[in-house]
């Protein structure tokens, strides 16, 4: 497997960045643009960060037949991010942050008995149920088709993105096995894993979401799958659109991200203490 990394000297806790389907772990530090960046926002403010490459994609992609299985996928990420950090420090833990198509394998790692030093964990681009407009459309897709109307419901409104990322240039083959993950996610998989996350979670929706519905109740559903997390945001996010992490506004939510963060890092240290 893959990934993008940008390391702190001394970090206070490690990213680690999922991205969502059809792109790639450049989609962590946008082309072109530092400053939206959320591997060099991240390695400025003390934490090391580590985007994947998913299972399926980037130097994986030749053996996407291997990855079908959920648990094989879980095993393989948490293999590789093991691998990249060796005998590093990971400071208070690592903090799961992803995106879209990305957050069934997130949420997956989240539970994963491995997953003792997580400390919490960041969502954006998905939900439970998808919105009229997108219900016809992502039917459509498949692992080689791009229906009408996708790009529209992923990228729009234009101009909230800098014009380098709208050309294809994050673009990347998707993978088979992603059909079913996209099939059983809403209705099954996410309540299923959702309930068993035990760390703090926030979960981001960007203002011109088009996927997938954000009315109140929507995100109130939402945040009620996360039964034993002992804390769970709502995060608005204006001026994004779905791609959230490469938008003209990525900076703020890369900079509420790390809020989150800290407040995760005190809650394990408070924990600890009172353990102690």
Same mark, same amino acid.
């Given at each position: ?34 400053? /939206?960046?959320?591997?060099?926002? !991240? ?5 090391? $960060?580590? %985007?994947?490459? @998913? =299972? ?40 799961i942050l992803a995106h879209s198509a990305g957050c069934e394998l997130g949420l997956r790692m989240a539970v994963e008995p491995r997953a003792g030093g997580v400390l ?7 939900? /439970?149920?998808?919105?009229?407009? !997108? ?5 459509? $897709?498949? %692992?080689?088709? @791009? =229906? ?127 353990a102690g």
């Amino acid at each position: 497997m893959s990934a993008l990394v940008a390391e702190a000297a001394e970090p206070k806790a490690v990213i680690v960045a999922i991205h969502g389907g059809a792109t790639s772990a450049a989609y962590f530090d946008c082309p072109g643009h530092p400053r /939206l960046s959320l591997l060099r926002h !991240a390695a400025a403010n003390g934490c090391t $960060a580590v %985007a994947l490459d @998913r =299972p399926g994609y980037g130097a994986s992609a030749f053996y996407h037949d291997k990855m079908a299985e959920p648990d094989d996928r879980v095993g393989f990420a948490w293999g590789a991010v093991d691998k990249i950090l060796g005998e590093s420090s990971r400071g208070a833990g690592v903090f799961i942050l992803a995106h879209s198509a990305g957050c069934e394998l997130g949420l997956r790692m989240a539970v994963e008995p491995r997953a003792g030093g997580v400390l919490g964990v960041e969502l954006s681009g998905t939900g /439970l149920r998808y919105s009229e407009e !997108a219900k016809g459309i992502i039917g459509e $897709a498949t %692992a080689t088709s @791009r =229906p009408a109307g996708l790009r529209d419901l992923l990228w729009q409104p234009t101009e909230l993105y800098p014009p380098e990322v709208l050309t294809g240039g994050l673009s990347a083959p998707g993978v088979p096995y992603e059909a079913k993950v996209t099939a059983n996610w809403p209705r099954r998989d996410f309540p299923e894993v959702a309930a068993r996350v035990t760390v703090p979670v926030e979960f981001s929706v960007a203002e011109y979401e088009r996927v997938w519905e954000n009315t109140p109740e929507a995100l109130h559903a939402i945040g009620a799958l996360f039964t034993s997390s002992p804390n769970v945001v709502i995060n608005r996010m204006p001026g994004s659109g779905h791609n959230i992490s490469v938008g003209l506004n990525a900076d703020a939510y890369h900079e509420r991200v790390l809020t989150f963060l800290d407040e995760c890092v005190a809650a394990r240290e408070n924990s600890e203490r009172e353990a102690g």
